[in-house]
């Protein structure tokens, strides 16, 4: 089975720049979730989806991130302008609940240096 | 592929020892754990978990106890290998949705 599909692997771009990112998640997860990663942190949640809803985008910057999952399946994330502070991976992961927990699945990531 | 962390807390362990890597947790209220493995270049990857009405779990070399009480994690990995080497995440979630990473650790085992 196929995992978390992500790309651009690597994107280097100028400040006020626009950029997008790629998910396809694993066939069959619902939720799709899209995190920030900075050097040496732990990844934090920018947006997470229900199918094609997006029930949770409180961290995300919405001044110039914006999110779509048309389908209820894949996703893009795209960042315009692009600012210095948004060098970061950005992971795409997706899921499917089990009981009381929920494991994520996480793709390699695309990441991002702005110039 | 970018290094994950390059300031993170070290473990260094020589191959074959058992490694414990430690997690404190914020939230008294969160009743979901997780480790996560993030090699160099790639997404963090399941390892284990474990739910708030248990305090151990154990899978294929790796034991993760979890203490309430003082809001606690721990993942030990017995006869650690080259290949563990990698960056350990501790995860937590309460009611909500929302998984909340802690700051990482990184583990070098020496042959």
């Known amino acids: 089975e196929a995992g978390v599909v992500q790309s651009p692997r690597y994107k280097i771009i100028e400040k006020k720049q626009p950029v997008a990112f790629w998910c396809n998640p694993i066939?069959?997860?619902?939720?799709l979730y899209w995190y920030r990663q900075n050097l040496g942190q732990g990844p934090e949640l920018l947006i997470r989806?229900?199918?094609?809803?997006?029930?949770?985008d409180s961290q995300l910057p919405k001044d110039r991130f914006s999110a779509e999952r048309l389908k209820g399946v894949d996703s893009t994330l795209k960042i315009q302008p692009a600012e210095l502070g948004d060098s970061a991976v950005y992971l795409c992961?997706?899921?499917?609940?089990?009981?009381?927990?929920?494991?994520?699945?996480f793709g390699s990531g695309t990441q991002l240096s702005v110039l | 592929g970018e290094s994950v962390g390059l300031h993170l807390p070290t473990l260094s362990v020589q191959e074959g020892d058992n490694s414990i890597i430690n997690c404190a947790y914020s939230?008294?209220?969160?009743?979901?754990f997780i480790w996560y493995k993030q090699e160099s270049g790639k997404g963090p990857q399941f390892i284990i978990d474990?739910?708030?009405?248990?305090d151990k779990r154990q899978g294929q070399r790796v034991t993760v106890l979890l203490n309430k009480t003082v809001k606690h994690l721990s993942l030990q990995i017995a006869a650690t290998q080259p290949g563990d080497s990698a960056v350990y995440f501790c995860?937590?979630?309460?009611?909500?949705?929302?998984?909340?990473f802690g700051s990482g650790t990184r583990l070098l085992v020496r042959p």
């Open positions: 992961a997706s899921s499917f609940r089990q009981g009381l927990g929920e494991k994520l699945f």
């Open positions: 066939s069959g997860h619902n939720t």
């Open positions: 989806y229900e199918n094609e809803e997006a029930v949770d």
């Open positions: 939230n008294s209220a969160s009743d979901y």
């Open positions: 474990i739910r708030s009405n248990m």
């Open positions: 995860a937590e979630k309460a009611s909500s949705y929302k998984l909340i």
